[in-house]
Nanobody
Framework: QVQLVESGGGLVQPGGSLKLSCAAS????????MGWYRQAPGKQRELVAS???????TYADSVKGRFTIFRDNAKKTTYLQMNSLKPEDTAVYYC???????????????WGQGTQVTVSS
């Protein structure tokens, strides 16, 4: 059974920091691309950051320079370090694991349950 378990969310003041973790089980972790998404109330889920199996990273423009995604394959864990947090970063943050073996034929896509991040004074 595949599980992605997020942790590290909470309430933080503007300008503060949080570090999210996503621990995977039930998969061979290293080949998977990992991503962090977020969904604010009334808005669509959006990609925040992603990291490939070779550790190439991409970021949404809104978080560039403030957030860092990284992974520890030995621990089967992906992290999102969030600095200089803003109220508009408030959302539920979801972890995603994706692997394409044969496009359109053999693909894997898993989601965590989400962790709430609230940035407020």
């Amino acid at each position: 059974q595949v599980q992605l378990v997020e942790s590290g969310g909470g309430l933080v003041q503007p300008g503060g920091s949080l570090k999210l973790s996503c621990a995977a089980s039930g998969i061979v972790f290293s080949p998977y691309a990992m991503g962090w998404y977020r969904q604010a109330p009334g808005k669509q889920r959006e990609l925040v950051a992603s990291i490939t199996s070779s550790s190439s990273t991409t970021y949404a423009d809104s978080v560039k320079g403030r957030f860092t995604i990284f992974r520890d394959n030995a621990k089967k864990t992906t992290y999102l370090q969030m600095n200089s947090l803003k109220p508009e970063d408030t959302a539920v943050y979801y972890c995603n694991a994706a692997l394409v073996v044969v496009p359109g034929v053999k693909e894997y896509d898993y989601w965590g349950q989400g962790t709430q991040v609230t940035v407020s004074s």
